[in-house]
């Protein structure tokens, strides 16, 4: 961060509304210049979540997920929260052998992305996983998630699809070729 940034002051923090999944605060702030501004964000969390790029042999494997918010299937990566007392690693895992039926001998830590920080404090690692072996977990979906196999050499290709568009997806999808560039599987 630059060091001549100087954040504003938090005058104060009001529960709005909330629901059985999301709170949302009013923050009454003031800026080193003085000007007040009153923003709205979502409660901030300190859980994180993981987004897995599974490789099996020279295939992507990607699933299909229902999206309520906009009423549609994405196709895109295996997701989810990293709980209590997991590693980014053991949750990647887990979330892999819930979703996609498959464990992984070698997982690789790409980066940690932020979502409309704006509004929202959460963030997603993202992370390669290799040397798939079959291995399932009862997870917490409420259907069967249909998979795809997507080839390697055609992955910048899927940004043709029309239902992987979600920006962790997109932005994993460039991670991954980044790093499976540089490292020819």
Do not use: C
């Not at 923090?13 to 709205?40: H, K």
């Not at 042999?57 to 994405?74: C, F, N, P, Q």
């Amino acid at each position: 961060m630059d060091k001549h940034l100087q954040k504003p002051e938090i005058l104060k923090v009001e529960t709005v509304a909330s629901s059985r999944l999301f709170t949302i605060e009013s923050v009454d702030l003031t800026f080193s210049n003085g000007v007040q501004r009153v923003y709205e964000r979502m409660r901030p969390s300190n859980r994180e979540a993981v987004m897995i790029v599974p490789v099996i042999g020279d295939d992507l494997l990607l699933i299909h997920e229902y999206a309520v918010g906009i009423d549609s299937y994405e196709l895109g990566f295996p997701k989810g929260l990293i709980d209590p007392g997991e590693t980014v690693f053991e949750a990647a895992n887990r979330e892999l052998m819930e979703e996609v039926g498959y464990g992984a001998h070698q997982l690789e830590f790409l980066t940690k992305l932020t979502m409309a920080p704006s509004y929202f404090s959460s963030r997603m690692n993202i992370v390669i996983a290799k040397g798939l072996y079959p291995q399932s977990l009862e997870g917490d979906e409420p259907e069967p998630l249909p998979q795809t196999r997507w080839p390697i050499s055609r992955m910048l290709e899927l940004l043709k699809e029309p239902d992987f568009n979600e920006a962790r997806n997109v932005s994993a999808l460039f991670l991954a070729h980044d790093f499976l560039t540089r490292n020819a599987i």
